[in-house]
């Protein structure tokens, strides 16, 4: 982190993430739904399953499968995007499922499977990491078992200075040593469940950023807290007072 | 009633040495650990969670409402709506049967009432050989939230006795979330839908059972 001083085009601090807000069961038909968003990036999660999986040779009568499908919708960004799936949504959206799947409790789910479907309904940067945090929540509330909430957030290197939560200007960065965006996920506890970097980065900036998003990522653990009890708080008001 | 809160997976829901780990729980050190979305809850020293959303899961004699999927040599296939397939052994029917004409007791697609046998490594095993179960042949059937059963039979079956009465119809609840109604009339066997479905819907309220006695005051009103 070098200088204090460094001002973002947002006027955010450097360790500061975009205005977030997270809401559960925003898709009444799925077992489980979220939506989490960060600032003008906004993702929706809705989750079916587990059920049967088809066709049979995918089956795995070891455990159950999670499916992630993320795309963006084609209105998301000012060029529209082709509608179906590309290399880079592809790619992500194992990227979720890589990011998810260690902290599913889904050993008895055997030849199941459980999907999510992800949309980006806007973006402006971090679709991934909103990706998610809206799929963990939507899991989490389709009551699958689950040792722990996934939560993720993007931490930038432009030129020099470490920022949390990039947007388009600055992942877009070419001044100086350009800009390296590194995506990562944490469990509530603190493990990492994904990391990934593009660009170029020392070690021990890299073990700077990561403490970074370590901090960073409790602040939006606690947004997706809030939200899933705020369901049940509101569900069971009753109950609570009594 | 016993105090209960919202508690989202990995949460700590109590640090306690004597605390015992109940379903959906788990022991880290002296913490306990929820293991899924819902209400936890302390009974004596146990503590749960008890799920509000999620799949249905089959326990050892349980009454299930379920499709009959496929015909094999020594059984049927039955689909209960759950993540494993549940398995109808020819040998669990109160009667002789016929191994030629297997589709003459329960065909592809026949509604079926049924027990839960055992819950293995390889499955659900079903049972007929209880009163009342067996091929569906009238009533209507429909599906509510299978976490919400517990609410729609209510303390010994004191709130679907009630709903029985009210309604005058043979009602069957598959813990499952399947319902089997049957009546003398159309209009009864809506009604006890209706019912069933409000129960399900305001399954939260405390004193339920008094709010469901206002609701069939009303509806009697309005005819």
């Known amino acids: 982190m070098k200088s204090k001083s460094f001002e973002r085009i947002d006027k955010r601090k450097f360790d500061e993430i975009r205005p977030m807000k997270a809401k559960v069961g925003v898709v009444p038909n799925a077992d489980g739904s979220a939506l989490f968003q960060f600032g003008e990036t906004v993702a929706i999660a809705a989750v079916y399953g587990p059920k049967k999986m088809h066709p049979q040779h995918l089956q795995n009568p070891e455990k159950g499968t999670l499916r992630c499908n993320y795309s963006m919708m084609s209105f998301s960004v000012a060029e529209r995007i082709r509608p179906g799936p590309t290399r880079r949504s592809t790619e992500i959206s194992k990227i979720i499922q890589w990011a998810l799947e260690p902290v599913l409790l889904i050993e008895k789910y055997s030849n199941t499977v459980i999907d999510v479907h992800i949309n980006i309904l806007q973006a402006n940067a971090s679709t991934r990491c909103a990706a998610i945090n809206a799929a963990a929540m939507a899991l989490a509330h389709a009551g699958i078992p689950m040792k722990d909430i996934v939560s993720s957030v993007s931490i930038g290197k432009l030129d020099k200075q470490l920022v949390v939560d990039v947007n388009k200007y600055e992942e877009d960065w070419e001044d100086g040593e350009g800009a390296t965006d590194i995506p990562m996920s944490f469990t509530g506890s603190g493990e990492i469940t994904h990391i990934q970097l593009d660009g170029k980065i020392s070690i021990e900036e890299l073990k700077e950023a990561i403490e970074l998003g370590r901090k960073a990522v409790k602040k939006i653990y606690g947004v997706q807290k809030k939200a899933l009890k705020e369901v049940i708080n509101c569900e069971n008001g009753n109950e609570q007072t009594n | ?223």
């Open chain 2, 1 to 223: 009633m016993n105090k209960r809160k919202a508690v989202i997976p990995g949460e700590v829901i109590k640090e306690d040495e004597n605390s015992l780990p109940g379903e959906w729980t788990e022991k880290k050190g002296n913490k306990i650990i929820a293991l899924r979305y819902g209400l936890a809850e302390e009974v004596g020293r146990l503590i749960k969670v008890i799920p509000l959303s999620g799949p249905y899961q089959p326990r050892k004699g349980n009454i299930v409402i379920g499709q009959v999927e496929l015909i094999t040599f020594n059984g049927w296939i039955i689909d209960i709506r759950t993540f494993e397939n549940a398995f109808l052994p020819l040998s669990e029917i109160p009667r002789y049967i016929n191994k030629e004409s297997m589709e003459d007791i329960l065909d592809i697609g026949d509604t079926v009432i049924a027990k839960v046998r055992n819950v293995g490594k390889r499955g659900v095993e079903l049972s007929l050989k209880s009163r009342g179960l067996g091929r569906v042949e009238e009533g209507i059937i429909f599906k509510i939230n299978s976490n919400k059963v517990p609410r729609v039979i209510g303390k010994e079956g004191s709130m679907i006795n009630l709903i029985k009465k009210n309604t005058e119809c043979d009602i069957i609840v598959g813990q499952n979330g399947f319902i089997w109604v049957k009546g003398d009339s159309i209009e009864k066997e809506l009604l006890a839908k209706k019912a069933i479905m409000f129960v399900a819907e305001k399954s939260h309220i405390t004193g339920l059972t008094e709010e469901i006695i206002k609701w069939f005051e009303k509806e009697e009103n309005e005819k």
